[in-house]
């Protein structure tokens, strides 16, 4: 899976790319797990992409990572 490939950039780019072309909610618990990836970059999408699908649960998960003030998830906070 393109999601578990070993650079950040290749899961990024995979995770925004199932948000826009996909429109199934079964992608909801790969978006999730994505959410906790050690890359920021994945993170923020993966955020993006659940708060397009299920907004009330991305914005759980986003008071939690509030505490982390990284540029590209405070964008992903302030984009839900």
Known sequence: E???DEKSTVRAAAIKALAQYYTGEDLNEIYKKAITDQSYRVMTEALLALGNK???D???IAKDLQKD??????TALTQL
């Open 2 to 4: 393109l999601t578990k």
């Open 54 to 56: 299920k907004a009330g």
């Open 58 to 60: 991305a914005i759980t």
């Open 69 to 74: 003030h990284t540029g590209g998830t405070v």
